[in-house]
């Protein structure tokens, strides 16, 4: 069984099935370590309770309040995990999801600049979710540079190679028609560059 100290963030190993040991290097009481898949449970149980509309305060609810309703989530997951392994052709990570700033349209911190015509990355980013992406400002990340391409064509955008000093790999769609008020570029980069000197 695996433990871990918080005191001096220590992990270690024992053979024994209680709750707690005592950490061997600085002598406090260390946890039973939570497997990622636990983690991801509670993490779930959590979205689901403060979206009832309720504060979370695992002290005030019951042992395994969301429980049911997290593990219902779970078991839908590995056919969303799969698809969006076989969109990038190979596992999925973090980068790999949709994410959308208040710049966009979308608030994640609550932040408004009101600058771009949030409507047209908004068609962007649902043209291409079944491709990794991560929208971020006017910044989209995917893997697929011919899926970039039919998605410029068919999004009446003009898709051009990097301009001069632009970092390797980065793709620049140009927007003639003017659904981006204030910006006349989006930039579009895969989400694995090489980059000189890495």
Known sequence: MKYHCDDC?????APTDTDTIRCPGCG???DKATAPADELRERVRR???EASGIDWDPDMLEPDEYGEHADAVLAVLP???AAADAAVGGPAVAED???LCGYCGVPREGHHHGYVSTAAVLAVARQILGTAVTVSCSDVRLDNGENLRDL???DHLELSEPAAGMRPGTWQVVDFHGRF????TMRL???VTEEPGR
């Open 189 to 191: 980069v895969p989400a």
């Open 97 to 99: 999801t949709i994410g």
């Open 181 to 184: 008020r204030d910006r006349a």
């Open 28 to 30: 406090e009481m260390a």
């Open 79 to 81: 056919d969303w995990l």
């Open 152 to 154: 410029a064509v068919g």
């Open 47 to 49: 979205a689901i309770c």
């Open 9 to 13: 963030d220590a992990t270690m190993t």
